[in-house]
């Protein structure tokens, strides 16, 4: 079973609000510039996606920062 990670309300509250507002104002996508956006390890990257599908909305990353040694 899947628990909310602790203090995630707190460190993605940008987050939390921008699907609120998305929701609201019936868009069907949020974008955010870089995937750390939405979690640092597992447990928050599965909470921010849990609530993304929630919200009935998809999401599109902008880019990642230029890492050489990833690219």
Same mark, same amino acid.
């Given at each position: 079973?899947?628990t909310?990670?602790a203090?995630?309300e707190t460190k993605?509250?940008?987050f939390?609000? $921008?699907?609120a507002? &998305?929701k #609201?104002s019936g868009?069907?996508?949020? /974008?955010i510039?870089?995937? =750390?956006?939405?979690?640092d390890n597992?447990?928050?990257?599965?909470e921010? $996606?849990s609530?993304l &599908?929630d #919200?009935?909305?998809?999401l599109?990353? /902008?880019?990642?920062?230029? =890492?050489?040694?990833?690219n």
């Amino acid at each position: 079973m899947h628990t909310t990670p602790a203090n995630y309300e707190t460190k993605f509250a940008d987050f939390i609000h $921008l699907l609120a507002e &998305a929701k #609201a104002s019936g868009k069907t996508a949020v /974008a955010i510039a870089y995937p =750390w956006v939405i979690g640092d390890n597992y447990d928050e990257i599965i909470e921010s $996606l849990s609530r993304l &599908a929630d #919200a009935g909305l998809r999401l599109d990353i /902008a880019a990642r920062k230029y =890492w050489p040694e990833l690219n």
